[in-house]
């Protein structure tokens, strides 16, 4: 397998099946691939980048063609390429699917920042889309951009919001760990042999080498010096259907035979250093990454089997026993930390060595220096003491800085307006007026409560407002306080009405972010809209008409805030267009800017 | 208070906290004379004290710069005889008066000593609701048996708008004790105050046509409990005037600036909010200069 970046064979490039072929090499590199013929005179020189490459398509080994790789680019031109023999047409293209790999990511994150003069396929596929799901936008984009008030990319504009979502959630999700447990792959058996069958993709050679560090570096020092890869996969699957079938007799007696063997049976050493490592760098305070609880099968009696049951085990055997616990914990740890490495690749070796470099850097990264475990000391010991134990502490005082309060309420006496009249003449108004109130005070003191208190026709009178008052209130307002009015309205005036209200929202929007007017785009743009608006002004004004009598005094409520939000609209734009005529003073008379 | 047993409560048992507008420059220049308004209202309290055995009524008089109780009837010394001079005043209401005497009294040395500074002529009805609002919490706190309360504002000064911040923050307090605040305006301008604090802790506020028939109003309206106003209808206004006083000016505002981080309202951008310290970044609108100047997108057609 090539571990180079390029790859250099002797081909024939055929241009079609029936090309006989212009022999030459083919020089794969990072990013590019170049053939060059072995006759210079020839000019079937070709370079071809690999982000132009959509697909590649190969012969089979085992049928009787000649060994051709079949490329072909984005604009659907097919390079053929005959191959001398199978390897060498192998390691070209799992060199070019390694490349086409780096290449899928670029062109999603492109599609999501194209120019406003290139709408990218996706892009409109979303608008469809967006369309296709909400009623109220396609309406909307029915009435205005079909009629050619506004352009499809105004009406996108204010709703980069939508599409924008979209996109990034596809390009930037990525794909996490399974939640299923390795242990939970069950062999295929055959009923006929005694074979049992595990079938192995490298999702699954992945979640074993992130799982069981003991297992990559068994795999790493062991493959390919002592045994090939299928080997020791045979012996790692060997100690898992040991395990299943809970016979830890056999499992002593095979891993005593067997070096390799025993070291997929017997516990995780490096796990077992790492949580070492970890227990002792707690933070009895506030961590709670690593329980000793964690570790509890030293004790009798303890852990639960994978399949639920318990068995006593003799103590030489003991470690050849695994709880479910353990699996469980380090399954779940690995899944939550995410994927590490971003390799994705066929070779098992790869994957392993990428994991042991970013294990190796994770751990320098927590190594704490001496100093460092000083210190956390200290600051354990610090928070975890106790009051009552510890010599009394003097802190320095800081004296408290109580704001005077009378500082807010005073600001809010504010400056009131000082109209300066006669002060004079005040304090005498008072005076009288206080003098007044005392009289009366005085008067009801000696002469009582006024006889009678009220006159009956005044009564009669005060009850018949208040009757009235209330029989119109619930006529406006209706019976049920809660409903409004729109409901009692018939469907289509209230949907007519509704959509009223969004096209002029969009409408007004577009007019008002038009001002100032400064372009000629602009101006054409709100007279487009100005025309939209009289015409709408006057659909709401036959919709007013229109409408049952008893209704139409809710409906002429409901839309008078539309029409003078238009009227306001119109206002501005007469009184614009009025300065600007008066600013040209009138020698271009079209109110051309 | 002698013990209540408690099967004599009853749902619609209300204490009823009355502020009484008392300002003399609202009383001088009105068509109904001071004494027949305390008629009205004295006969209004005497019958809510008549609707229930339990019911209390509590009188806060609204001076011109002071506040005070003048008058609670869950007080022994209330009961006792009275001004028993012939004359037709019950008795029970004559230490409410002779307190309102020395409050008006009170209230003018008070007002002389103040800084004669043209303001609108309000009453302080904010230290009355203040005042009312402590008196029902004292009341929540002292026990689980007490009356319903709420609080009837008998006004007819105009709004202050210096006092704004401080009435919105009583409403508020009422808003979240439960207490409804009603209102009966009966002066000549509309009281947005008023109508808010009615709008929003659920009280009723009605202004009322005709003054010599203010007794029917407040016995229609006004004298129902609170258990009682669920299957009463009582007549709403249609709308409410919500608008705001500012900060700086204290002048009614329906358009501002407000400072995002306190709320606080300015009819003029200020550099600096005078409430929270909070400095403003530059307005928008500030310089029709640089709008010229802007980048303006603008598509292919």
Partial sequence: ?593 | MPAIASKQYSDDVSLLVLLLDTNPLFWSTTSITFSQFLSHVLAFLNAVLGLNQLNQVVVIATGYSSCDYIYDSSLTSNHGNFESNGTGMPAIFGSLLKKLEEFVTKDEELSKEEVSEDRIPSCLLSGSLSMALCYIQRVFRSGHLHPQPRILCLQGSPDGPEQYVAVMNSIFSAQRLMVPIDSCYIGVQNSAFLQQASYITGGVHHTPKQLDGLFQYLTTIFATDLHSRGFVQLPKPIGVDFRASCFCHKKTIDMGYICSVCLSIFCEHHKKCSTCGSVFGQSKLDDASSASDKKRKAPST
């Fill in chain 1, 1 to 593: 397998m090539a571990g180079g970046g390029q790859v250099e064979k002797r081909v024939k490039y055929k241009s079609s099946v029936k090309d006989p072929g212009t022999p030459g090499f083919l020089r794969i590199r990072e990013g590019m691939l170049l053939f060059v013929p072995n006759d210079p005179k020839s000019d079937s020189k070709l370079k071809v980048l690999t982000q132009n490459i959509k697909s590649q398509k190969n012969t089979k080994e085992g049928s009787n063609k000649p060994p051709w790789l079949n490329l072909t680019n984005k604009l659907g031109k097919s390079h053929i390429f005959e191959f001398e023999n199978y390897p060498d047409m192998h390691a070209c293209r799992d060199f070019i699917t390694k490349a086409l790999a780096i290449c899928e990511e670029e062109p999603n994150k492109s599609a999501v920042s194209t120019s406003s003069e290139q709408l990218s396929i996706k892009e409109l596929e979303l608008r469809f889309k967006l369309l296709r799901e909400n009623s109220e936008l396609q309406r909307l984009h029915k009435q205005f951009v079909e009629s050619k008030v506004l352009t499809e990319d105004e009406f996108w504009a204010t709703r980069k919001k939508l599409l924008g979502k979209d996109s990034i959630r596809k390009s930037k999700q990525q794909v996490g760990l399974k939640s299923m447990m390795v242990s939970g792959i069950k062999p295929s058996t055959d009923g006929r042999t005694n074979r049992v069958t595990f079938n192995l993709t490298p999702e699954i050679i992945f979640q074993i080498f992130a799982e069981k560090p003991a297992v990559r570096q068994a795999f790493i020092n062991y493959v390919p010096s002592k045994m090939t890869e299928k080997d020791f996969w045979t012996k790692y699957f060997r100690a898992e259907y040991l395990y299943s079938t809970k016979n830890t007799a056999v499992a002593a007696a095979e891993a005593a035979e067997d070096e390799e063997l025993a070291v997929f049976l017997k516990p995780d050493e490096i796990l077992a250093r790492e949580t070492r490592q970890k227990i002792r760098r707690v933070d009895p305070t506030l961590d709670m990454e690593a329980d000793q609880g964690d570790d509890y099968t030293h004790l009798m009696d303890h852990g639960i089997q994978r399949d639920g049951t318990m068995d006593v085990v003799e103590p030489q055997n003991d470690q050849f026993r695994r709880s479910l616990l353990q699996d469980l914990n380090r399954h779940a740890a690995v899944v939550l930390e995410g994927r590490s490495i971003d390799v994705e690749s066929e070779d098992t070796r790869i994957v392993a060595e990428a994991l042991t470099r970013v294990k190796q850097v994770s751990k320098a990264d927590g190594e704490t220096t001496k100093d460092a475990n000083l210190e956390r000391l200290e600051r354990m010991s610090r928070l975890a003491g106790m009051e009552d134990l510890q010599a009394p502490q003097n802190f320095p005082l800081a004296p408290l800085s109580i704001k005077d309060p009378r500082d807010y309420f005073e600001s809010q006496q504010g400056n009131v307006l000082n109209v300066p009249r006669g002060a004079k003449g005040l304090k005498r108004n008072v005076h009288e007026a206080y003098g007044l109130l005392k009289e009366s005070i005085l008067e009801i003191r000696a002469t009582g409560l006024s006889d009678p208190l009220i006159r009956p026709e005044v009564s009669f009178e005060v009850f018949s407002s208040l009757t009235r008052t209330i029989s119109t209130a619930k006529n406006i307002i209706g019976k049920n306080p809660r409903e409004s009015i729109l409901d009692r309205l018939p469907k289509s005036t209230k949907d007519e009405v509704l959509h009223h209200w969004t096209s002029i929202q969009e409408l007004l929007r577009h007019f008002w972010s038009s001002y100032p007017i400064t372009t000629t785009y602009l101006h054409t743009k709100v007279g487009k809209l100005k025309d939209a608006m009289s015409n709408t002004y006057s659909k709401l004004e036959a919709m007013k008409e229109s409408v049952q009598s008893d209704l139409r005094h809710q409906v002429s409520l409901l839309v008078r805030p539309m029409q003078q939000a238009l009227d306001a609209a119109f206002q501005h734009y007469e009184a614009d267009l009025q300065r600007r005529t008066a600013k040209s003073g009138g020698e271009r008379p079209n109110g051309y800017i």
